[in-house]
């Protein structure tokens, strides 16, 4: 968890704890005997789905603009070959084995052998994680 998805998690506690003890103080004031329970619950009800949002924008990662830049330094300290990365490329592209295969002149055994590397360099265990991985080291676009 970064500092700053800490640091939003701490401010929507303080929020709900504000909230709740502006709740009790309302409570005993005339406010909350005045009005309609039905009005009284539409505005806390609005209430916390300001606070909801508001924590969904904060908690929400950002998408990085620009053109992509393949992290070289992520390429090297992994040791993935040119191979692998372009079986990764293809496997982000949702072909199957047997595409990949024919797309690069290999037999779908090697492929194979290609997936279980990144799998073991990525340390992941499905297709998804070593694409989603991938995407977060910037080694596929």
């Known amino acids: 968890m970064t500092r700053d998805m800490v640091k939003s998690v701490a401010l929507y506690g303080l929020a709900l704890a504000a909230g709740a003890f502006v709740l009790q103080w309302l409570q005993y004031k005339y406010v909350a005997r005045a009005f309609a ?13 300001g606070l909801g ?4 924008i904060q908690l929400t990662p950002k998408v990085v603009t620009g053109p992509f830049e393949r992290n070289d330094a992520a390429l090297k300290a992994l040791g993935l070959t040119e191979r692998e990365l372009t079986t990764l490329e293809r496997l982000a592209a949702g072909d199957a084995n047997k595409e990949i295969a024919r797309l690069l002149d290999i037999s779908p055994n090697t492929v194979k052998t290609h997936i279980a590397n990144l799998f073991q360099k990525l340390e992941v265990q499905r297709r998804t994680q070593a694409i989603q991985k991938a995407r977060e080291l910037r080694l596929i676009p």
């Open 53 to 56: 949002i508001w924590a969904g």
């Open 37 to 49: 329970p039905e009005i009284y619950i539409a505005l806390i009800a609005l209430a916390f789905t």
